[in-house]
């Protein structure tokens, strides 16, 4: 599939670094790891908040900001594939314009060969592709849900 020259060229992906670059699919399937893993840290606390009669907000809070900064490390990388500043990274945080924007993210192709923020990202795994697909039938199952089941 890829030939050893494509793959000796590529940069190997950095999760917690605002260096790199990542592909599309990479930010998805990276995306439902870190939403997973939130949700589970949620449910975590709140079951614990209500067994001991704690108020744990702020440890729920430490926690949702950790997550909404290691997404700003994705689109950042992200955005090093599109050949742009990460600096737009804060249009993510927008209501409305972070929406569409993170759809750009996704659809647009990133840049083909080197830019000026690195070689190409190295091509995706299996787990990678699985991870992203997965994502996308999550997204498209909770469209549907809330189309055809106003109310719930």
Known sequence: MYDT???????KPKVMSLE???????????????????IGGIFLVALLSSSMS???GGLMMIGLLSARILSMLFIVQRLH???WSGW?????????VGNF?????VLMPGTRGSNRF?????PNNNAVVILAWLWLVLVAGLAYVTVTRPGI
């Open 81 to 83: 594939d599109l050949n």
């Open 118 to 122: 690195g070689a190409p990202p190295a």
């Open 5 to 11: 020259l494509t793959l000796a060229n590529s940069s």
């Open 54 to 56: 704690l108020d744990l």
């Open 88 to 96: 737009f990274c804060w249009l993510s945080i927008l209501p409305w």
């Open 20 to 38: 790199g670059r990542i592909g599309r699919v990479r930010l998805l399937a990276w995306s439902l790891v870190l939403f997973a893993a939130t």
């Open 101 to 105: 924007f993170i759809l750009v993210l």
